[in-house]
């Protein structure tokens, strides 16, 4: 589930290696009553932990999306995924029950983990 994030984050960066920098990122999950307990590690040992809503798949993978957005922005200087043809970041959203990017401005949304590739 945490992985569809990553793949859209890699599919909009905006070059090879912020797409590796993306994709070597490990993720620890535990699960507590209430909240995901989730850890992010870069390769160069950076790390990043946060609190998931435990409320709803959709809601805590846009939990995650938000968090992650944090950290690339953080660690690459850039806000993946972007909304296309744009430079804004696109906004983890639930539409309809489901995980979406969203872009207020333009109406756009896609799945999570269906963002396109260039």
Same mark, same amino acid.
């Given at each position: 589930?945490?992985?569809?994030?990553?793949?859209?984050?890699?599919?909009?960066?905006?070059?090879?290696?912020?797409?590796?920098?993306?994709?070597?990122?490990?993720?620890?999950?535990?699960?507590?009553?209430?909240?995901?307990?989730? /850890? /992010?590690?870069?390769?160069?040992?950076?790390?990043?932990?946060?609190?998931?809503?435990?409320?709803?798949?959709?809601?805590?993978?846009?939990?995650?999306?938000?968090?992650?957005?944090?950290?690339?922005?953080?660690? /690459?200087?850039?806000?993946?995924?972007?909304?296309?043809?744009?430079?804004?970041?696109?906004?983890?959203?639930?539409?309809?029950?489901?995980?979406?990017?969203?872009?207020?401005?333009?109406?756009?949304?896609?799945?999570?983990?269906?963002?396109?590739?260039?």
């Amino acid at each position: 589930m945490f992985g569809d994030v990553a793949r859209d984050f890699a599919a909009g960066a905006p070059d090879r290696e912020s797409a590796a920098w993306i994709r070597a990122v490990t993720w620890s999950v535990s699960a507590e009553e209430d909240a995901y307990r989730v /850890l /992010l590690t870069a390769a160069d040992g950076t790390a990043f932990g946060f609190a998931a809503r435990h409320d709803s798949p959709a809601r805590a993978l846009c939990d995650v999306a938000d968090r992650f957005q944090d950290f690339v922005a953080d660690n /690459l200087r850039v806000g993946l995924p972007p909304v296309p043809g744009t430079a804004r970041p696109a906004v983890a959203a639930v539409v309809d029950g489901a995980a979406c990017w969203t872009d207020a401005k333009t109406g756009w949304r896609c799945p999570i983990g269906a963002y396109p590739a260039p």
